[in-house]
């Protein structure tokens, strides 16, 4: 009996080490959800062409004129974001088959003012940037999660929308196009 007894004893502690030392060496995984911070973009000024006459040719609307249109961007300064703008290359009008070409340009500011001496010309229809540039390099650390209590500090961002209208001999009329601006975090 004190055979089996030993036995049993060995048997139980053998199985008390596996368990403790499952439980020292265990390993537990955390998992956390991420919810995109607020975005918001809002329009301050439509470009605008003024009045155009029949055969004025090539009219811009640059950098710095009064005419360009101007969007702020505001949102945690911690992400980039992914802007786009998607326009067609000619304007239309529903009382003829007259058409005005139509390029559209746009820059960004992302020094939080609205300057158009920080802008930063955009080669294509989309650009990926900080919300509030960094003067060097990466971002030190990943942007703080949001969770309770905490507001994460937001900046704001310009786009300033150009181009230019190439008018030739057309019927007179309201000429129009849709331009989409997407605004997303990356």
Do not use: C, W
């Not at 007894?5 to 995984?29: A, E, H, N």
């Not at 101007?70 to 009008?93: H, S, W």
């Not at 930063?120 to 060097?136: D, K, T, W, Y």
Request: glycine residues 10%; negative net charge.
């Amino acid at each position: 009996m004190t055979g089996i007894r030993l036995k049993y004893q060995l048997y139980l502690l053998i199985l008390l080490q596996f368990l403790i030392v499952g439980l020292v060496f265990s390993q537990s995984i955390q998992f956390s959800i991420y919810v995109e911070s607020e975005l918001n973009a809002t329009k301050q000024q439509d470009i605008d062409f003024q009045e155009v006459i029949t055969n004025q040719g090539l009219t811009p609307v640059n950098l710095g004129d009064p005419g360009m249109g101007v969007f702020a961007i505001t949102g945690n300064q911690e992400l980039d974001v992914i802007v786009t703008i998607d326009a067609p290359t000619n304007l239309t009008t529903g009382g003829s088959s007259d058409v005005i070409p139509f390029t559209l340009n746009f820059a960004y500011a992302n020094k939080g003012e609205n300057d158009i001496n920080d802008a930063i010309m955009v080669a294509g229809n989309s650009i990926r940037f900080q919300l509030l540039g960094r003067s060097e390099g990466p971002a030190s650390h990943p942007p703080t999660p949001p969770h309770s209590g905490y507001v994460p500090t937001e900046s704001t961002a310009y786009i300033y929308v150009i181009g230019s209208l190439d008018v030739g001999d057309i019927d007179a009329g309201e000429y129009s196009g849709t331009v989409s601006l997407t605004v997303e975090y990356d």
